[in-house]
């Protein structure tokens, strides 16, 4: 029997929804060698989406990290609940998540982290494996921290129910949509990763010409929204995804033949159903090794110089969608 069999293992990750998406091909996987875990996951009103209708987690606590009262809140019910480990998703020093370790750290709770620099003399555990994927970075702080091994296949993990994948099949049958789809992702998180609507439109254009056996797929949020229904609510071969909640919007990417995305949250939502996939990058380095498409195909396109994804020309995402679309042996007509 292990030594963290019987026990509560709580995960922090406040954030975006991305932060928490990265997390996910691990639930399944402690379930499976230790049955009698129960994971609970603290995470942001934002992201708490991720792991709805989640099979293999038990609890999940919604916390406003930056109030301070609900920080104390947490602290006080985590201390009541014999926590056997805290494990501390946010590679990097957090003021947030090293008070939390300072307040309940005990002789019944071990303190795990990523790191954490500074502020680790507050965590029992601290793992540091920079230049590796966040995923991997995940895999190694869980594996140091519960005893754990992870030997399997890696995969994000959103649970869609019946009534999304109802959205979906009602979305297709309303276009007429047999074909194979393409997903094309029109916002982003923040402006420099904002590719411009000029760019999409032509983008759009270049795939419905080049290809005339495939459909569209058009995801988009906020002021794309507008623009995007002004456009093309009307076209052929094309689908809109707007207004929709995550896990429809899941369910449809789950149906792609191709995603092409400059927001990395959707992009490794993808990547767990193995859809090749074109990213848009506005910086390289540390930050692309963190956050590429894990576990599947894919092309970076990588804004290096500027810093912005707008320096990334249409040619090039064109030229990268067709080398994906050939390997998934979808030819033009």
Known sequence: MSRIANRNVLFLRPGKLGDLVVATP???????QEPSIR???ACSPQNSIIVQNNPFVDEIRVVNF???????RLILWIRKQHISHLIDLIPGFSRTSTLIARFVRSKVTTIAGMHKHVGQRYFNIVTNTEGS?????????????????????LRTELFPLEKHIQNVTTLLAKNNSQLPLVGINCSAGESERQWGKE????????????????????FAIGEQVVWIREIFSKANRIIIVAGYDLHT?????????????????????????????????????????????????SR????????????????AVVNAADE??????????
């Open 26 to 32: 691990f639930f399944q996987h402690i379930k499976t």
């Open 39 to 41: 994971i609970i996951i």
């Open 66 to 72: 930056h109030s301070l009262m609900d920080v104390i």
């Open 133 to 153: 994927h966040i995923i991997e970075r995940n895999r190694v702080l869980i594996e140091t921290a519960l005893g754990l091994k992870f030997t399997s296949d």
């Open 199 to 218: 760019k999409y439109i032509e983008l759009i254009g270049k795939l419905l010409k080049s290809y005339q056996n495939v459909t569209i797929v058009l």
């Open 249 to 297: 919007v899941t369910a449809m990417i789950a149906r792609l033949s191709l995603f092409i995305s400059p927001d990395t949250s959707l992009i490794h939502i993808a990547s767990g159903y193995k859809v090749p996939i074109v990213g848009l990058y506005c910086i390289d380095g540390e930050n692309l090794v963190r956050w590429r498409a894990y576990n599947c195909i």
């Open 300 to 315: 970076e396109l990588v804004a290096g110089t500027t810093h912005n994804v707008n320096e990334l020309a249409v040619g």
């Open 324 to 333: 994906l679309l050939e390997l998934g042996r979808l030819d033009k007509k």
